[in-house]
């Protein structure tokens, strides 16, 4: 099986990250991750990637984000909880992969499990796509469904989602290395 080179980009917690990570120290996924990028100094996520050695960059100005792209010249892209939307020279020239806490296309943006609780939704859920320009738009990899309950604040919500997008993000990035998917950049 290939392995490939992956840079994510981070805005805060960084459980995706994390998950993503794990999946790859473990072996689950044969990538090598070059660096971990935040456009926030504070992202909580930073420390969790200095603990697994891996390299990490702050980097608050999207106009220098394809510059410092450029010197890893990464296979992959991971948005892992990065709250930008990319430039078009960069989502132009690389392979980028998105999460997102709702059943895509409903619910973009912020505050997805808030919207599907606000929209009585009886399922919400997670997807990993791919990135195109547009807030969270692009041909769509893997979906998880998630019921939503009566109970449910957006936290709780939120929470049970995290939980199916670890799974499922791992296995889309899996899916890209065994070649079972293949993106040209637009
Ligand atoms: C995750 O729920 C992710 O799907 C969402 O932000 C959270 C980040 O958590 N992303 C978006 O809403 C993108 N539009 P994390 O930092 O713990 O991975």
Do not use: W
Not at 81 to 108: C, D, E, Q, V
Request: aromatic share 4%.
């Amino acid at each position: 099986m290939r392995s490939i080179d992956v840079v994510i980009l981070i805005s805060g917690r960084g459980s995706n990250m994390e998950a993503l990570l794990k999946s790859i120290h473990s072996g689950v996924i044969q990538a090598n991750v070059l660096a971990v990028i935040s456009n926030k100094p504070t992202a909580l996520g930073l420390e969790t990637a200095k603990r697994f050695g891996t390299e990490c960059i702050v980097e608050e100005n999207l106009d220098n984000l394809d510059s410092v792209l450029t010197t890893y010249s990464p296979d992959l892209i991971c948005l892992a909880g990065f709250m930008r939307i990319l430039p078009p020279n960069i989502t132009a020239k690389y392979t980028i992969m998105n999460i997102h806490p709702s059943l895509l296309p409903l619910y973009p943006g912020l505050r997805a499990p808030n919207q599907a609780i606000k929209a009585k939704a009886k399922y919400s859920g997670c997807t990993v796509h791919f990135v195109e320009e547009g807030v969270d738009t692009g041909p769509i990899i893997l979906q998880a469904v998630v019921p939503v309950l009566d109970s449910d604040t957006p936290e709780i919500l939120a929470d049970r989602i995290l939980g199916q997008e670890h799974i499922i993000y791992s296995q889309a990035v899996n899916a890209f290395i065994q070649g079972r998917l293949s993106r040209t950049p637009v």
